[in-house]
């Protein structure tokens, strides 16, 4: 397994959570990290995405300003720190290596997806 995305659970509206997406090193040393979730009967979305040296950051604009990202190279892991939690960031959250050293927002640029770790957040 060359990805394992953690942290979710079930949370109160408002409350926090943080994911934590662990990387082999041959396979995210150099490339961009990012994380997309998908709900229930949604297409896939992209929530966050950290550049190969943590110094170039993105999100979606759901979570701008309430979700942030970071990643220890020493660990090969990648964190995303969620707050002010609301009942639609209900998800599968996925982490997923980039094919470049700066993530995109799609997809299609990512390979080696993790196998996702739900977040619940009730009302």
């Known amino acids: 397994v060359q990805l394992q995305a953690s942290g979710g659970g079930l949370v109160q509206a408002g409350g926090s959570l943080r994911l934590s997406c662990t990387t082999n090193?041959?396979?995210?040393?150099?490339?961009?990290v990012g994380w997309f979730r998908q709900a229930p009967g949604k297409e896939r979305e992209f929530v966050a995405t950290?550049?190969?040296?943590?110094?170039?950051?993105s999100f979606g604009d759901s979570v701008k300003g309430r979700f942030s990202i970071s990643r220890d190279r020493v660990k090969n892991v990648v964190y995303l720190q969620m707050n002010s939690l609301k009942p639609e960031d209900t998800a599968l959250y996925y982490c997923a290596v980039a094919l470049r050293s700066i993530g995109a927002t799609t997809p299609d640029n990512y390979r080696s997806w993790g196998q996702g770790t739900l977040v619940t957040v009730s009302s």
């Open positions: 950290i550049s190969w040296n943590g110094g170039i950051t």
């Open positions: 090193f041959r396979t995210s040393s150099n490339n961009a």
